[in-house]
């Protein structure tokens, strides 16, 4: 189940590989959470994906979306710019 991968990764500060809309993406999860209009969404900083502009960022994917999750054997440290709160989330359901 994509919840529960996530929610690992996180625990363990591991690196996950996934597809979202129809691209790989490689990304270190920070935060699981349902915004106010009820959407599960994850908060991730995406180290790579093949697009042109491929540059590091902070990213929001809606969960039922990404497919293919795979938790990494490879592991990452918190980012200082993590922003822990949100203007449009509602429940935060597990974080860094």
Do not use: C
């Not at 106010?36 to 902070?58: H, M, R, V, Y």
């Not at 497919?67 to 597990?94: A, G, V, Y």
Request: charged letters at 25%; hydrophobic letters at 40%; proline letters at 4%.
């Amino acid at each position: 189940m994509v919840i529960n991968t996530l929610k690992e990764a996180i625990k363990s500060k591991k690196i996950v590989t996934f597809h979202y809309g129809g691209l790989p993406r490689v990304a270190e999860p920070h935060m699981i959470a349902i915004t106010d209009t009820g959407k599960w969404i994850l908060k991730a900083f995406q180290t790579w994906t093949f697009e042109s502009e491929n540059w590091p960022e902070w990213k929001f994917y809606s969960i039922p979306n990404i497919k293919n999750l795979t938790l990494m054997n490879k592991s990452f440290e918190s980012k200082l710019d993590f922003e822990k709160n949100q203007l449009s989330i509602d429940k935060i359901i597990m974080q860094i």
